[in-house]
């Protein structure tokens, strides 16, 4: 950790200040929500059923899951989140929550979610979602994310996991349909986060972090933010041609995936001034809205019977 933080760290009490709301924000509860909006998705499109109370606790449990790999990346990243002012008043680098506390609560929500989810589920559930919390507690927070400008670009197969997970809690299998979902948010992930590096870039260069800003240039950025989004948007209209998306999923995927690429077209063209941030945040913004309205209409579909094939629409 750096020196900063250390010589912080040694003045905080041992005893812990951090109340109810402080632990559950070690949980990064936005991420959740979208992690049980899109492992919803999985287990709503995937082929057969799951009993309600076994798919509630499923998803109790791979929510669990997702906020014990958050705490533990906010555990890891403590020393750096006490250098950008985006995450200074977290629960660790404020000083409500002791390192090692956060670090037992991770791991006892990461270990229980997991053997929670093998019981009421079945193990290959459980094995991904292992496999996810060490992907994004390891592989993304303690490696990726220091070292290399692709750091969003690979880390972000964490955040696709869930619909696979979701799947697998169904069927005991996963198959196309939650590897295209996975695909969507793989693809969706570098636009969402870039948007928020170029407003964020100082506070990045001042934490050390290779964010592609800060290494590749802001105009580099914005080329790659468009040509995800113009591989993403396509991508984000399979469900309704393969047939597990209806009508209403074609015309939001349709509709927001052109929204989509024309906010990274006004992010590459705005390059000057406030005008630049306004336009990336609002593409930031707008992002968490496109995944959250693809999962939604995929879940209302699906789950209340609003499934039109869209062979019979076009004929």
Known sequence: MSAAFETRSETLPLTS??????????????????????????????????????????????????????????????????????????????GRIQPSEALAFGLTLSIGSVIVLGLVANLLAAAMLAFTIFFYAVVYSMWLKRWTPQNIVIGGAAGAFPPMIGEAVVTGDFGIRSLVLFAIIFLWTPPHFWALALVKAGDYARAGIPMLPN????????????????????????????GFGGLAYLVVSVVTGLAMIGLAVRVLRTTEGDAAYKAAYALFGFSILYLFLLFAVLLAENSLGLMWALPKVLG
Request: one cysteine or more; glycine letters at 8%; proline letters at 8%.
């Open 17 to 94: 200040m951090g109340e109810a709301r402080d632990f559950f924000a070690l949980l990064k509860p936005r991420v959740m929500f979208l992690v049980v909006v899109t492992a919803l998705g999985g287990m709503a499109t995937a082929p057969g059923a799951v009993h309600p109370v076994i798919g509630l606790a499923a998803l109790i449990a791979i929510a669990v899951g997702a906020g014990a790999s958050g705490c533990l990346n906010m555990w890891y990243d403590a020393d750096i989140d006490a250098l950008m002012a985006r995450t200074a008043k977290r629960p660790i680098p404020s």
């Open 215 to 242: 290494v590749a240039g802001p105009a580099a950025t914005r080329r790659q933010i468009l040509a995800y989004s113009l591989v993403m948007a396509p991508v984000a209209v399979l469900p309704a041609l393969m």
